[in-house]
Every structure is written in C-alpha cells, then in structure tokens.
C-alpha cells in the first residue's frame, strides 16, 4: 500500500474506533451517569398505609419537611440537614440569609401542609384534622424558634412538634 | 555509529525524556501534596502550571542561549540546574517554595532540551533520526511520567518524585560535558538543514491544542481516580499506565503508519474519541477508562511526533524549532489546566452537592430504624463538614454496623445506594472537563487539515 493509502486507513481506523468507543459508551447509559435529582418539594409525596403511630409520625415529619422547604425554596433533603443539629441550622440561615423567625414559619406552613398531606391520604381523620391544624396555626412564632433551636434532630423536632397533638392523633388513628 | 557516542545517545535521550516527564510527573502526586501542604485544588494545580508556563516562555530564548554558550556547555548547565532545583522541589515545605523551584527546574529543562536538538544530529548522524530520536523520547518521557511519579508517591514519597531526579540528571550531564569541553569542534550535520527562519505556525498551534487535551486526559483521569474513585496512589499509576504502554505501541507503528499529516490527524481524532469516553463513563469502574486510555495513549504517540517532525525537519536552527515546539507544547498544557482547573473545581462543587442531596433523600426515604436514621444523618453530616470542597468518603459513617441482622443489612444496603450517588457524582463532575479537552483534540484538526495548503 502506498504512504497515501496507509495513511488514509490510518485515519479511516482512528475514526472507526473513536466513534465506536462514544456510541457504546452512550449505548450503556454515560449520557446519564449521575446522581438521582431530588423531587421537588412543592410537589405531593404519595403516602403509605402507615402502620402504627411510629411510622405515621415519620411520614408526618417528612410530609412536614416537604411543605417547610417548599416555602423556603429549597429542597427537602437541604432543610432536613440543616435542622438535623443547631450548628448546621445556623450555617443553613446564614447560607441562605434567613432569619430564626422566618425559618419557623416555614416549619409551621410545613406542619400544616403535613395534616393536608395525611387527610387527603386517609391517614389522619377529619375530626382530627381540623384540631390539630387549629393548633399549629396558634404555636407562637418565638415557641417555634425555641422548638426547632432545642430540637436535637430532625426527627427529634417533628416528633416535638407532635408532642402537643400527640396523643389525640394515637386516639384517631385510622 | 561508533561506540562513542552511543552513552551520549542514551544520556541525550534520557535528557530530553526526563525533563519532559516533569511536565505531567507529579500528576499522581498531586493529591497527597494537596493534603500535606494544605493548600486547594487550583493551589495545587500550579505546581504542574508553574513548570509548563516558564518552559513556554523561556524554551526560545533558551535555545538562543544554547547557540551562543555551545550547546554542550548549555545541556550540562541546564542539567545542573535542573537538578539542583529538583532537589530544592523535594526539600519544600510550603506550597511557594515548591512552585518556585519548580520555575527555576522549568529554566534548566528548557536549556537542556533545547540544546540537545541541536548535539543529536551530530550523536546520530542524520537530521531526520535526531528530530525522531527528541520527539520519542520526549513522547515517551510525558507518557511514562504520570506512572513513574505514581510509583514513587505510593512507594516512597511525593518529595522522591523530585529527590530521584537530580542524579539520573547528573549523569546524563556527565557524557554531555565531553562535548562542551569540545564544543568548538562540535560539527552538526548541515547537508540536510535549510534555512526558513521562521517556525512552523500550523504544526506548533496544532501541539498546543493536541497538548493541552493530553494535560486534560492525563490530569483529570488521576484526579478522578485518585479523589473521586478513592484509589492510592500506587493503584491510579497501575490504571493510568495503559495510557504509556499504548502510547508506547502507537510510537512503535506510527513512523510506518503514513505521512506525517495523516498521523498527526488519526493521533488527534484517537486523543478526541478516548477524552470522547472519559466524558461519557457510563460507571465508576477502572476497566471503563482503559478503552479510552488506549485511544489517548495510541493518539498522543502518533499527533505529538508526527507534528513535531513537521515542525522541525528541515528547518534550521534546529534548537531554535525545537524550542517553538517546546514552547508550542507546554503552553498548551498550561493553558488547557489554567483553562480546565476553574470548570472541574465548579463542577465538582456542584456535584458534591448533588451527592449529598441525593444522598440525604436516600437517607430520608430509606425503610431503617428513624433513630438510626438520625444518628446516620448527624455521622454523614459530621463527614460532609470534614470534607468540604471534595467529594466525601461516607462509609465510616456506618460504623459500627447494628447488631440486628435485618437493620445490619438495610444499612449495608442504605451505604451501597450511598456510595453508587458520590461514585456517580464524582465520575459525572469530570466529564465537562474530559468533554472539553476532547473539544480541544478536534479543534487541532484544524491546523493539521490547513497545513497541507498552507506551508508556513
């Protein structure tokens, strides 16, 4: 073969074999080899048939997340670790220039949108319902700055946040 | 060629290999000085930048320097200096001094490798092999580089990288020195030279792009290895090594593989399709990226000596070429890790952040004890804070495992789907760099395909 033509098939198998390495490499998912996107918290969760208070006031809390995060404008999975200790929810507000108070309402609006979440779920009866949200509405701002700054955790916050309501969720649960 | 010359061939090309591994060497190392310095990752990305800009800027007026001292008398000096400052490179304990003395090893190179361009004809009798015999070995040393530095990393130290060095520069300058004793009588075979002047533009601007995709390829890869997939050192230099034995193999097949253009054109399309891979990984697996090494490794062996002989033979003085190549090469090596450095930082920013949400929602969602869970939330959000700007290491977080062998398995199970998120993260942050460098391969196609209309 002459120079020309070896050089010519030089080319022709440089391509051959780039091209085949780039489409297998396509054909086995590189385009989308990357970390699951976290749902948008604005949008509803389904809900399980809880079994049990336990599990009822996890998917409360997480329900109750979703709605606080919704209203600060970031995601669940960002808001559950800042309130997972007060150092890191510190770092959170400062991060997003929020303030204690604002951070408090939006966990109050995230407990309210958590009683949607079950009722409309069938997880918490009407007649609960209707108390508990009436209840939150009147948790003062300064008790929810005070609850989330002693919460240990975050489960610890929600299942403070249950404590009041409590009892009369255990009374009517489905 | 009679027995004289011989050593000297071998110390020319050891010379010339040596110094040009410098500029990739200590790409394995760089995470372990990240650490023990403790500075960041475009800190720590100056000590490979710092080398390949002062040998752009000063290869030329090195290679006047060379014509006018002898370059017998300047290939000892800038060994010496090479060396001297690669002893000073080892000795550092901060990140200034480090980039510092690699500037002045920067200085020395340039002067040694120029110079011996222009005593190889004379070792080797013809023109054409000197130009053959530089560009190989210069290929070879920038290929095997990044795996001999892994070596010494793992085995020894980062510092050895440079401590090795000074003595095999030593001796290389020790038959290099009878000819600056000679230097008079040094005769370099003129029958072949023609006198242009001017160097080769479309031949050095296609080195600088193919050049700052091979950067991208080599510095990227160990980074990914290295701080996103969590391999040692000595692990990364076994991985990475597929990319020298290919290139190894294509310096092997290339002089026989066509005219010089059309290697120069199937070494850059082979160095975009392997950066091409590295983009699109489709997992966090080390048997992944040596397809696409093979490709950079085969590619970079044909485009870099093939572009090097075009830029060089037949041009006069041949120091002076070989320095506009030089120049060409680091300056695109520099620029591609400058260019690249502040887009995988980002990238991996914003990944890591990704991770962790994706992580948490995995964490939130996951069927385990809700204790358990909070106790697993507060130990990964301890690690996160450890570890800020990289990508972080979870699983000692879930130690110790719980005693129960339902929950025992629903955290194993909660780590793995953990870790496959940081794997997925730290592999999808590189490939925006790897998807430019690859862009950066194409483009030197166009100087390649202008140059045969266009003889500058």
Sequence with gaps: ????????????????????????????????????????????????????????????????LDGAACKLGVSRETLARALATPASRDRFARRYGLSEAEIARAVRAGLLRAVDDAERAGALNPLLAAPLRATLRRIPIDQAIELIQNAESLLNSFQSFLGPAGGLIEQFLP | MSAAPRPRLAALAIAVGLVLADSSIVVLALPQIYRELDTSVAGVTWVLVSFNLVMALVAVPAAHLARRIGPGRAAAIGLAVFAGAGIACGLAEHLSTLIAARCVQALGGAMAVTAVLELLPATVGSERRAVAVWATAGATGAALGPAVGGLLTELVSWQSIFLVQAPIAIAAAIPVLAVARHEASTAIVSAELRRTGRPHLLANAALALVSAAIAAALFLLVLLLIEGWRLSPIGAAVVVSAMPLAALLGARIGPRAGSERARAAAGAILVTGGLGGLALLPKANVALTLPPQILVGLGLALVLSALTETALIGRAPQAIHGGWTISARHAGVAIGLIALTPVFTADIANQRHDAIDAGTAIVLDARVDPLLKLQLAQRIEDRLEGERGKVPTIGSAFEPLPSDPGDRADVIRLREELQDQLDRAATHAFSPSFGLGALLGLLALIPIGLARRVDL
């Design chain 1, 1 to 64: 073969m002459s120079s020309r033509g070896r050089g010519g098939a030089l080319v022709a198998v440089a391509i051959v074999a780039s091209l085949a390495l780039i489409l297998s490499y396509l054909a086995a998912g590189g385009a989308s080899y990357e970390p699951a996107k976290v749902q948008d918290p604005c949008k509803p969760r389904p809900w399980h048939e809880p079994e049990g208070l336990e599990q009822l006031a996890e998917q409360f809390s997480l329900s109750a």
